[in-house]
């Protein structure tokens, strides 16, 4: 449950009402910062890697940002990972809707738990400070417990969520709201009620009370003020006279609008994400829903509202949230860029010469496409796998289409030892069947004398890294290059 969200509280005109596929497919990406909370009590443990920690720990952090972009990234809409804290505040971490009549819901119930207004409350009031609120990202507390609610909107760049809900659809929901997004079922039953028809040519006359009216239209002024989510109530699976099949995921109820129209309401209206069918919600999201989150972000990024200092760079995507890359000498296990999951990654061959990886906006580097080191599903759950190999640049599938997107930082470090490898003697001087192979250790294939004291004759060397990675090179030893 979801207790508090926004009215429409776009600027006049910032939101066109459109539908539009083609105009949403125009939006170029658009990446935020993330950051995460994990609220624990004050006399919690506070360390992740303790197994008695109270909290969950980086996987399921991890894994909760790649869900948003699971949800978001169809809008180009794109998360960066910007790591997690642990906070002790016990005020923070025990939350409870007791605006919720249920005597279960009450603070009586549950004395040491604190308000989500008054915990809301006190996060605002801490805008500026660091050890509450990271700056320059989006906000994302996860509460140790929750009573009868699943997590809210914050703020313009905070949203709250229950260990549970973190890693399924509450946390998309709460990111709608923070994108603007009301629920599907805003306003039924009340002034603001959407009528069921989707006859723009009809409009309602606003002068009018609705009962005055016959069926007519105005989902792009009244509701959720998106056109293609139906006018829908709250739904429940056993709620007359708005009941879901929750095993159809259909509506199966028989309950009418504010004109005594019939709704008519799909099984893509049950699953939106917006919406309150809780027991069949994914993380599905309609065109109209995704036009007025990018109306939004535009108007926020034009008028610096606080949306605008979490925007960082899709260059961002590019670079790891752990680890580092080799440079020379010993390689280390540290020595392992970790790349966040959620994205579809292609690790190409890449040419140059890249102790490092090269700049983002550098595209000067050759690269092979259909020699692919490395490929990451963007449902990996085995994070350690996603790391960028040496030898090859970046590709985000997720990004297909994007005006610019080519791989990018090509890391082709030359400066490791081989840990062995071997040599191909090519008979007839031609590359063919008749060869011998000679394995060498890592002490003979690092030899700087090692061509120096082949025979004349023309060879492929091969030598296989630390990190997985090979590189083969084929020379013909003469008179010249003794």
């Known amino acids: 449950m979801c207790p508090v969200e926004d009215v ?3 600027p006049p005109n910032a939101y066109s009402g459109s539908t539009d596929e083609t105009l949403l497919e125009a939006y ?4 935020f910062n993330v950051h995460t909370w994990l609220l624990v009590e004050d006399n919690d443990i506070t360390d992740p890697n303790n197994p008695n920690f109270p909290q969950v720990g980086q996987n399921e952090v991890l894994e909760s940002v790649a869900r948003l972009n699971h949800s978001f990234n169809k809008f180009n809409i794109f998360f960066k990972y910007n790591g997690f804290s642990v ?10 809707n007791d605006d919720n009549p249920h005597p279960a819901c009450s603070i009586a119930a549950y004395p040491n738990f604190t308000s989500y207004i008054d915990a809301r409350n006190y996060i605002n009031s801490q805008s500026n400070n660091p050890n509450v609120v990271k700056p320059n990202s989006l906000n994302i507390y996860v509460m140790k417990e929750a009573r009868c609610f699943g997590g809210m909107k914050i703020s313009a760049t905070a949203v709250s969520t229950n260990q ?6 509450n946390l998309t929901h709460e990111m709608g709201h923070l994108l603007r997004l009301l629920h599907t079922r805003q306003g039924s039953g009340s002034s603001a009620c959407e009528t069921v028809s989707r006859d723009a040519n009809n409009p309602c006359d606003p002068t009018l009370p609705l009962q005055n009216q016959p069926p007519c239209f105005n989902a792009d002024i009244k509701g959720d003020y998106i056109v293609d989510t139906a006018a829908t109530p709250s739904l429940g699976a056993n709620q007359f006279p708005n009941e879901y099949n929750t095993g159809s995921c ?3 109820g028989e309950g009418e609008d504010c004109q005594d129209t019939p709704y008519q309401i799909f099984n893509e209206d049950i699953i939106n994400v917006m919406g309150n069918a809780y027991a069949c919600a994914t993380n599905h999201m309609t065109t109209g829903q995704g036009i007025k989150m990018r109306e939004y972000i535009e108007t926020a990024i034009t008028n610096s509202f606080p949306l605008a200092d979490a925007e960082v760079d899709v260059s961002a995507l590019y670079e790891p949230y752990s680890g580092s890359y080799y440079n020379s000498g010993p390689y280390l296990p540290e020595h392992t860029p970790l790349f966040q999951p959620g994205f579809t990654y292609s690790f190409l ?3 140059g010469d890249y102790d490092q990886p090269s700049p983002y906006g550098d595209t000067s580097f050759s690269y092979t496409n259909g020699n692919i080191l490395l490929s990451i599903d963007k449902y990996e ?4 796998t996603i790391t960028h190999p040496n030898r090859s640049a970046i590709y985000i599938a997720q990004l297909d289409g994007y005006v610019v997107n ?6 082709n470090n030359n400066n490791g030892f081989a840990s062995d490898g071997r040599t191909v003697k090519f008979h007839d001087g031609v590359v063919n069947n008749n060869y011998t192979i000679t394995e060498r250790d890592s002490t003979a294939i690092n030899d700087p004398h090692l061509i120096n004291n082949l025979e004349n004759g023309l060879y492929k060397i091969e030598k296989e890294y630390p990190d997985g990675t090979q590189t083969q090179t084929v020379i013909y030893k003469g008179e010249g290059n003794e």
Not at 28 to 31: A, D, G, K, Q, R
Not at 381 to 384: E, K, V
Not at 406 to 411: D, F, G, K, M
């Open 8 to 10: 429409n509280d776009l």
């Open 164 to 169: 549970v809900g973190m890693t399924q659809n």
């Open 381 to 384: 759950s085995d994070y350690s």
């Open 250 to 252: 259909e509506y199966t």
């Open 349 to 351: 061959r890449c040419y």
């Open 87 to 96: 906070l002790n505040d016990t005020t923070l971490a025990l939350q409870i």
């Open 28 to 31: 170029e990406p658009v990446v």
């Open 406 to 411: 080519r791989p990018r930082c090509c890391y």
